[in-house]
């Protein structure tokens, strides 16, 4: 370890993008591991992206303001949600991805001894995982093993130490795909105002779920969202961030200057104006997590939990978790479904499957079909 490195990043090993992929996996995978849209953008939209990277300065920095891409997220925003009163563009931050907010919010809020943050495991590993590398200590509480709610008692306990300064809930949850529940947001409304509630509605276009029309009302609350998933726009890093003005503020202050490259923000706009034609491809999913529910499903080894995103959680069943074998055996189906070609994550004890193209669904599950009479 370099004698002038913070000792408490020894344990810590770099972002893996793909955790157990090796090369012995064939030359074409199905990538149901990520949770990105199966399909890139249409050939149209490319091209007009060539034709913005054309016309772009390269020797000038980007919009550092990022303010007609805030207008065009504001509108987008605004059209999603029954609002009281419309989203306006000083209520949004645009990051470098959502992963980008996550941190600006944790620097805002909590570093420099000034607070933990609350998460609910299995969740998210992002939120822990910057958390650390700023020294940020992390509380965490369990969610009920069938329906994966928040083990709500146990939060307010955390909460009652005094020291959570901001709670990170997914709405829908990753890798779990459950909304929060009714009896969750009363009691993320009924925090006191001096902590922050994060909720990151990365699956909104799936799930159609949203806090927003609250954000009015509660300067304490932050929504997330990303262009990586149903907007197709992974490879280009972005996200954002609606709130109250403030806050929306602070995370200006606190961002790099020039954090989205111009191509990103092309891309944004772009995807935003297009936004119709992309997100066609939402119900089809949608369609497609439901034949892959009934596929899984068939499986009796197999424990399918309802979605409201666009991946499945399964675990093998409660008869042969109870055998205690199971994490061998839910090792070898990942080894194996990915040594034929599909790549999923192994992640909080059971499996997380993307919902990819029918092709790769099927593929998926003819995989499954094979692998399982041999796994026990
Ligand atoms: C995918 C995902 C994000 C998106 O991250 P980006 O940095 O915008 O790609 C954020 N939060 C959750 C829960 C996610 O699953």
Redesign the pocket.
């Known amino acids: 370890m370099l004698p002038f490195v913070r000792p408490d990043l020894a344990h810590f090993t770099a972002y893996q993008p793909h955790p157990g992929d090796s090369s012995s996996a064939p030359q074409t995978v199905d990538r149901l591991d990520?949770?990105e849209n199966p399909y890139d953008l249409p050939d149209a939209l490319k091209q007009k992206l060539n034709g913005a990277g054309q016309t772009l300065e390269s020797n000038r920095y980007p919009d550092g303001t990022h303010a007609d891409l805030k207008a065009a997220i504001a509108e987008y925003v605004n059209e999603s949600a029954v609002l009281e009163a419309a989203i306006t563009p000083d209520q949004i931050s645009v990051?470098n991805?959502?992963?980008?907010l996550?941190r600006s919010l944790l620097i805002a809020t909590c570093v420099a001894g000034a607070g933990s943050i609350l998460v609910a495991k299995p969740t998210?590993s992002?939120y822990g995982i910057l958390a650390q590398t700023l020294g940020v200590p992390v509380l965490s509480v369990d969610r009920c093993l069938s329906t994966f709610e928040v083990d709500l008692a146990a939060a307010a306990r955390c909460l009652a130490q005094g020291c959570v300064r901001a709670v990170f809930m997914?709405h829908p949850n990753?890798p779990t795909g459950n909304p929060l529940t009714m009896a969750e947001l009363d009691w993320l409304r009924s925090l006191p105002d001096q902590v922050l509630v994060v909720i990151?509605e990365?699956?909104f276009e799936f799930s159609q779920t949203t806090v927003v029309g609250e954000l009015r009302q509660r300067s304490n609350w932050v929504v997330?969202r990303?262009?990586?998933?149903a907007f197709r726009l992974?490879a280009h890093?972005?996200?954002y961030a609606i709130a109250h003005p403030e806050l929306a503020a602070v995370l200006e202050k606190v961002r790099l200057p020039y954090n989205l490259p111009a191509m990103t923000q092309a891309a944004a706009a772009i995807a935003l104006a297009h936004r119709q034609e992309l997100l066609t491809i939402v119900p089809m999913l949608l369609a497609e997590r439901e034949k892959l529910t009934q596929g899984l499903e068939a499986c009796p080894v197999l424990q399918v939990y309802p979605s409201a995103a666009n991946f499945l959680f399964v675990r093998l069943n409660e008869a042969i978790r109870e055998q205690g074998s199971s994490d061998a055996a839910l090792e070898k189906l990942f080894t194996a479904l990915r040594s034929r070609g599909s790549l999923v994550r192994k992640i909080s004890g059971g499996l997380r499957i993307t919902v990819g193209s029918p092709a790769e669904n099927l593929r998926t599950l003819s995989r499954l079909q094979e692998i399982l009479p041999t796994l026990l």
Request: avoid cysteine; aromatic fraction near 12%; proline fraction near 0%.
């Open positions: 990520t949770n990051g991805g959502s992963d980008e996550i998210f992002m997914v990753s990151d990365a699956y997330l990303t262009f990586s998933k992974a890093r972005v996200g």
